[in-house]
């Protein structure tokens, strides 16, 4: 069964169009109910620090968020308005919370999340890296999209990066409410090829249920030749002209992501296509 509920969202009017192309045929695939949710920052005053605003600046503040604020209503209403299936524009102020905590709030109702790739050039403060945010705390799979993406839907020709770990399996079952029926799959393993591909058991078994679901499945394997494994799968992606990356992400603690980088934060940083994360 496909995702009844779409979160997309929405955190600059640049994105927002760049997002709603991607989110609209995904709830109309679907018949999903499609939430954009977009944050109003709180302008906070600590009371350990003593400064005066004065009230114009408050005023000048307010306004220019519900300015932003609408302007991504009116992309996400031109997006949905001759659409049949549900749309619902939310805007939530942070309050004493960041943004990336309603962010994640919201998406716990969700069965899929999108968000666009980090923009350091217009996202707000309290926007800061809230993809691996989400993906780390909402339980929920997120796609994170590139910036200015223009490429094809999402759902009929899928790579899906596999290895044995908890969230390479969760990864692969939420892959199947976003693949189309008879999708192409392509399971890909980096890792250093053995003689006899057949000894891979547990990729052959997950090939396997993927093609009892009636997907066209191939199981491949691929060296990481000096090259990332983020390297590698944008290399294969590119190869086989998907328009989905999946893959598991954070399999490792904080501390070891920070000091030795991961394959998750690379991807979030080298990104090409649309990215499923699931943790």
């Known amino acids: 069964m496909g995702p009844k509920t779409i979160l997309v969202c929405l955190t600059t009017p640049e994105n927002a169009e760049t997002l709603m ?97 980090e923009d350091k050039d217009r996202d707000r403060y309290d926007q800061r890296h809230a993809q691996s945010y989400v993906i ?37 079952h939420d892959m199947l409410g976003v693949a189309d029926d008879g999708a192409a799959l392509t399971v890909l393993r980096v890792e250093k090829p053995s003689k006899d591909i057949l000894q891979d058991d547990d990729a052959v078994d997950i090939a396997e249920m993927f093609a009892r679901h009636g997907l066209k499945t191939t199981l491949e394997r691929r060296a990481p030749s000096g090259h990332s494994i983020a390297d590698t799968l944008n290399k294969v992606a590119f190869e086989k002209g998907a328009d989905l990356i999946v893959t598991g992400a954070f399999g490792h603690s904080k501390a070891y992501d920070f000091v030795l980088g991961a394959t998750t934060y690379a991807l979030l940083k080298e990104q090409q296509i649309p990215v499923l994360f699931s943790k």
């Open 136 to 172: 780390r705390e909402s339980g929920r799979p997120v796609i994170v999209v590139p910036l200015d993406y223009e490429g094809p839907e999402i759902g009929a020709n899928i790579l899906m990066g596999w290895s044995d770990t908890r969230e390479a399996t969760r990864a692969a």
């Open 21 to 117: 192309k991607v989110a609209v045929p995904l709830a109309r695939k679907h018949g999903a109910h499609l939430v954009g949710l977009h944050t109003i920052e709180a302008l906070l005053v600590y009371p350990s620090i003593a400064m005066h605003i004065p009230e114009p600046a408050f005023a000048a503040f307010n306004a220019s968020q519900k300015k932003e604020a609408q302007g991504i209503r009116d992309i996400f209403t031109k997006h949905t308005q001759s659409e049949d299936f549900v749309s619902e524009f939310r805007l939530v102020r942070a309050e004493a919370a960041s943004a990336n905590e309603r962010m994640i709030e919201s998406a716990r109702a969700a069965d899929l999340v999108i968000m666009a790739h």
